[in-house]
């Protein structure tokens, strides 16, 4: 079992920045491929980028230039760099983790404010 805790969301105007977290507990070991997912209110939920075990990186195209995905295999933590927020980058921010299944966090909220 993997437990994943995000971390970081929050208020943003335009144009600024947040990093978030996600923590990973239990059978790290076990870990291929991390990612990001979001969903906005009346969306369905949108994969926003994967970080494979070998450390390359993909990105939607609506975030890419902008986001970062990243992670640190010593503190069992991977990362979403968020700059140039737009206000449609608002919604509900998940990390997911796949293993011999697939553990998902409770999800973070980011706001961006016009």
């Known amino acids: 079992q993997v437990r994943l805790v995000e971390s970081g969301g929050g208020l943003v105007q335009a144009g600024g920045s947040l990093r978030l977290s996600c923590a990973a507990s239990?059978?790290?070991?076990?870990?291929?491929?991390m990612g990001w997912y979001r969903q906005a209110p009346g969306n369905r939920r949108e994969w926003v980028a994967v970080?494979?075990?070998?450390?390359?990186?993909d990105y939607a195209d609506s975030v890419k230039g902008r986001l970062t995905i990243s992670r640190d295999n010593a503190k069992n933590t991977m990362y979403l760099q968020m700059n140039s927020l737009k206000p449609e980058d608002t919604a509900v921010y998940y990390c997911?983790?796949?293993?011999?299944?697939?553990?998902w966090g409770q999800g973070t909220q980011v706001t961006v404010s016009s």
């Open positions: 970080i494979l075990s070998g450390g390359s990186t």
């Open positions: 997911n983790a796949v293993s011999a299944s697939v553990s």
């Open positions: 239990g059978s790290i070991s076990s870990i291929n491929n």
